[in-house]
């Protein structure tokens, strides 16, 4: 495929420039579909520049000293001056619906599509600040207020696929009238991660100032500053003032919770290491609102570990925004229904919006200042990746709570530990919370020189605080005491048998497995054996459309939780699921079955059993575990024949070591022996000749994984896709789905009509623009209800955008001139569950898809297919 042709310089001429009372910056669309000039550059410009100092005025002193200097709205302001330049203003006055044939003439010598070769208008921004000597980072800035840093090898602000240098004398008169009109120079942007902080800020800015209160070029938009900040929801949270830690959470606190909230009273870093179900999530929120309240933080971003996790640890955490905020706080509004109110009631621009790169609940939750979101939205706020600078500047001055950290994913690690480093620079308090730490890196997390293997056990559990103005400590806790479990070795078909007998006698029984796939065969089952039987059996993992795992987990969660003992007296009950059960999820078993895993996640998963001392339970229930495992000796020989897919999911190496630490355990103490067991799984050691090379793997790994990292972690070279930035050990990429039970095209009416999975109809106005705001977001999050994440080659195949263009205005597409691919997938299901492509043929050419509510998105392989 040929790029754009670019003019040589024999063709173009150094002709006069548009005066800046005809430079447009936007266009606008009527109701109508009719395109319209919209506002100028020095208008849209002058707007983003006072958005900008309006944020900044909203931010505490303290931040706003340490980190946005006076000026910092000029930086924001300046962002589109590379507007003037006579392939954009080509570009946008080719697409007005009434030519100015005049303007048009003019232009003629231009080839807007050339754009794309420095990175639009934001890479002529760059040459124009570079060639004014502003320093090193405001140029950068300017040129990467799209997400990407331009490519400028070939240019300079003069050239003349620029305009040459009469355009370049236009755009420095338009840097001089902002100059006047904000009445300030440029700063001195002091590194490179304040430039960060103010490459988001400018972003941001942008994109409220981009916002339907702007859109009406003939507008007094001075009046409208304040509204829009509002809007886009940087407004002051409204704290109830003094509640307690019982008024909060309806019970006292414990030792440990206690004496974290003593400790994490300033910013810096505190770890809190305890066991399952001590209430450490509580503890953290407690410590976050005792900031809030001193005006130490700007906010709260809590930082689950994968998006495998359940959606239910929204609801916990509302549920203490409930009890913080007063009643007319608008945040307070946004949140307690769900996660996608935030998306249906505030406005944040084109990109922030239906149909823009940054209007799902996962990026945008970040600009908030209370979200639940995944630790992978914050690594990205130190990699270099398209947008990752927002993320840094929607980080900057909170409490950020990085919930579920083990041990064992190094790649993630080496990010995490680049992701601590610079949030302490940001002004934040980080509380890291953990059951299964080794000591070695809880060290490398904080930055201090690890004791080695020889030094004594910590205390456990502990607190280790590392306060911006002081020194570091360890905090013990006062011992909790220990509950024996049982263990036990077992197979699968002894332990089908034990979980139906133990179900029919009342007790509610926990089954974990490693993949979706075990998971779904393994539910069927079960599912078919408790048929007629007075048990009920469930599921639960990430395969789900997002209402559909709400729904199940709304039923399961509930009935295992603590409110549940009502209904755990009606009936037993077998639950089976994936990860998503280990991590950051209140529910109580009475009895336990797993597959083999890493010794951290078994730790989780033993957390979930007899959670709470004061749940009733069925006459004959005993605290054990059986956990699925094969023999050590045959393992160490052959461990993925031994393993199976569980050897894809985590490293052999590291199933051994579990398997040999666990493998004659058959009664453990918790919380007692968890730092003891931890160690003896990940301290190096002497290893046999097999051993040795699944070591050896292990650590090959590790080093290309770390060598990723610092590769997304670079501040050089190129920008990568969010869609490609890897924030963990993934060989799959994975892929955004919709899915729906039909659509009917309306040209006459412009519009499709989609029967969603529920067969509820909602109606698709393919102008999204033409609806009122607010109706466009519900629209659109709608939609995303009936979404859920893949590995890219369990997808159904990709389409030409052009068949899916419809959804444009609610789904972003990607955009080609970033190399970013269409990342989103649609399909429909038919009345048995089969999953289609759009004109009802094979939807992937290796695997049968099916989905049904209950089991979730279901593959089977094709005979004879290779993979």
Same mark, same amino acid.
């Given at each position: 495929m040929r790029g754009p042709r670019i003019q040589k310089p024999s063709e173009l001429s150094d002709s006069s420039p548009l005066p800046l009372n005809r430079c447009l910056a %936007?266009?606008?669309?009527?109701?109508?579909?009719?395109? !319209?000039?919209?506002?100028?550059?020095? /208008?849209?410009?002058?707007?983003?520049?006072?958005?900008?100092?309006?944020? @900044? @005025?909203?931010?505490?002193?303290?931040?706003?000293?340490?980190?946005?200097?006076?000026? +910092?709205?000029?930086?924001?302001?300046?962002?589109?001056?590379?507007?003037? /330049?006579?392939?954009? &203003?080509? %570009?946008? #006055?080719?697409?007005?619906?009434?030519?100015?044939?005049?303007?048009?003439?003019?232009?003629?010598? #231009?080839?807007?599509?050339?754009? %794309?070769?420095?990175?639009?208008?934001?890479?002529?921004?760059?040459?124009? *600040?570079?060639?004014?000597?502003?320093?090193?980072?405001?140029?950068?800035?300017?040129? =990467? $207020? $799209?997400?990407?840093?331009?490519? !400028?090898? +070939?240019?300079?602000?003069?050239?003349?696929?620029?305009?040459?240098?009469?355009?370049?004398?236009?755009?420095?008169?338009?840097?001089?009238?902002?100059? &006047?009109? !904000?009445?300030?120079?440029?700063?001195?942007?002091?590194?490179?991660?304040?430039?960060?902080?103010?490459?988001?800020?400018?972003t941001v800015s942008d994109w409220i100032g981009s916002g339907s209160l702007f859109e009406d070029p003939d507008g007094d938009w001075r009046l409208k500053i304040e509204q829009a900040l509002d809007s886009a929801g940087f407004m002051q949270p409204q704290l109830k003032p003094g509640s307690s830690f019982l008024e909060v959470f309806g019970f006292a606190p414990k030792a440990a919770q206690i004496r974290l909230i003593e400790a994490a009273d300033q910013p810096g870093v505190y770890v809190l290491e305890a066991p399952m179900g001590l209430g450490k999530t509580e503890a953290a929120l407690y410590a976050a609102y005792q900031l809030l309240q001193k005006k130490r933080a700007t906010g709260i971003y809590f930082a689950l570990p994968t998006q495998l996790t359940s959606d239910k640890i929204h609801e916990r955490v509302n549920a203490f925004l409930n009890q913080i905020l007063e009643d007319d706080s608008p945040h307070k509004q946004a949140l307690l229904v769900h996660g996608s109110a935030w998306l249906k009631q505030f406005e944040m621009g084109e990109e922030g919006g239906p149909g823009g790169a940054w209007f799902a609940q996962g990026k945008r939750g970040i600009l908030a200042p209370f979200a639940v979101g995944t630790v992978d939205q914050a690594l990205m706020a130190v990699m270099n990746v398209k947008h990752g600078f927002v993320r840094t500047f929607g980080l900057a001055g909170k409490v950020v709570i990085l919930d579920e950290v083990h041990s064992y994913d190094s790649f993630t690690g080496t990010i995490l530990d680049a992701l601590v480093k610079a949030l302490r620079q940001l002004h934040c308090t980080v509380i890291i919370l953990s059951a299964t730490l080794t000591q070695e890196r809880r060290a490398t997390l904080l930055g201090i020189a690890p004791q080695g293997n020889a030094c004594p056990l910590s205390p456990y559990p502990l607190i280790t605080a590392q306060p911006k103005n002081g020194g570091f400590t360890e905090i013990s806790v006062e011992r909790i005491p220990d509950v024996s479990v049982t263990i036990a070795h077992r197979f699968e078909t002894d332990a089908i048998e034990e979980v139906l007998r133990r179900a029919e006698e009342g007790q509610q029984v926990l089954w974990i497995e490693n993949t979706v796939k075990e998971a779904q065969a393994l539910y069927r089952k079960l599912a078919a054996r408790t048929s007629g039987m007075e048990v009920k059996c469930g599921l639960?993992?990430?395969?789900?459309?997002? /209402?559909?795992?709400?729904?199940?987990?709304?039923?399961?969660?509930?009935?295992?939780?603590?409110?549940?003992?009502?209904?755990?007296?009606?009936?037993?009950?077998?639950?089976?699921?994936? &990860?998503?059960?280990?991590? /950051?999820l209140d529910i109580d078993a009475d009895f336990l079955v797993t597959r083999i895993a890493p010794t951290d996640m078994l730790l989780q998963r033993l957390g979930r059993l007899w959670r709470h001392m004061e749940t009733r339970r069925p006459y004959g229930a005993r605290c054990e575990a059986w956990i699925l495992s094969p023999d050590l000796a045959e393992a160490i020989i052959s461990p993925e024949l031994s393993f199976g897919?569980? +050897? %894809?999911? #985590?490293?052999?190496?590291?199933?051994?070591?579990?398997?040999?630490?666990?493998?004659?355990?058959? =009664?453990?103490?918790?919380?007692? &022996?968890?730092?003891?067991?931890?160690?003896?799984? #990940? *301290? +190096? =050691?002497?290893e046999s000749e097999h051993m040795v090379r699944h070591l050896h793997r292990v650590e090959a790994m590790r080093t290309r994984l770390e060598r990723l990292a610092l590769h997304g972690l670079s501040k050089g070279g190129t920008t990568q896709p969010e869609e490609k930035a890897q924030t963990r050990h993934s060989e799959l990429e994975s892929t955004e789905v919709l899915l729906i039970r039909a659509y009917q095209q309306d040209p006459g009416k412009h519009g499709t009509q989609v029967t969603l999975l529920n067969n509820e109809k909602l109606w698709v106005p393919h102008n999204g623009r033409s609806l009122k705001r607010k109706q466009w977001r519900e629209i659109s999050a709608m939609l995303m209800q009936n979404t859920l994440k893949v590995a890219d080659y369990l997808a159904p195949d990709a389409v030409n955008k052009t068949r899916i263009n419809w959804l444009g205005d609610y789904f972003y597409l990607g955009r080609p001139e970033y190399e970013e691919s269409v990342m989103l997938r649609v399909a429909l299901v038919d009345e048995s569950g089969a999953v289609k492509s759009l004109d009802n043929s094979l939807v992937n050419s290796s695997y049968r898809i099916h989905y049904d509510p209950l089991i979730g998105y279901q593959t089977i392989k094709k005979e004879g297919v290779k993979i």
């Open positions: %936007k266009s606008r669309k009527t109701d109508e579909g009719a395109v !319209l000039p919209g506002r100028l550059v020095l /208008s849209h410009c002058h707007i983003v520049g006072e958005v900008a100092r309006a944020v @900044m @005025m909203r931010m505490p002193d303290w931040l706003r000293v340490e980190l946005f200097p006076d000026g +910092a709205e000029l930086i924001a302001a300046t962002h589109d001056i590379g507007k003037v /330049s006579p392939t954009f &203003q080509k %570009k946008i #006055y080719s697409a007005l619906s009434r030519r100015d044939d005049a303007v048009l003439s003019s232009l003629k010598a #231009y080839n807007a599509e050339t754009e %794309k070769c420095w990175g639009g208008h934001g890479g002529v921004s760059q040459a124009t *600040a570079e060639a004014q000597n502003v320093g090193r980072y405001i140029p950068e800035i300017l040129g =990467q $207020h $799209h997400g990407f840093s331009p490519n !400028l090898a +070939a240019y300079q602000a003069v050239s003349e696929v620029f305009g040459g240098e009469s355009w370049q004398a236009q755009r420095i008169e338009l840097l001089a009238q902002l100059k &006047q009109a !904000l009445n300030t120079n440029f700063p001195i942007v002091k590194d490179a991660l304040q430039a960060r902080v103010l490459a988001g800020l400018t639960l993992h990430s395969r789900f459309t997002k /209402s559909d795992r709400a729904a199940n987990e709304n039923v399961w969660v509930t009935c295992f939780g603590k409110g549940g003992a009502e209904a755990r007296a009606r009936q037993g009950r077998i639950l089976v699921g994936t &990860q998503v059960l280990e991590q /950051s897919t569980t +050897a %894809k999911i #985590y490293a052999p190496y590291v199933l051994c070591r579990s398997l040999a630490v666990w493998q004659g355990i058959n =009664q453990v103490r918790l919380p007692g &022996q968890i730092r003891e067991l931890i160690e003896a799984t #990940y *301290a +190096a =050691q002497e």
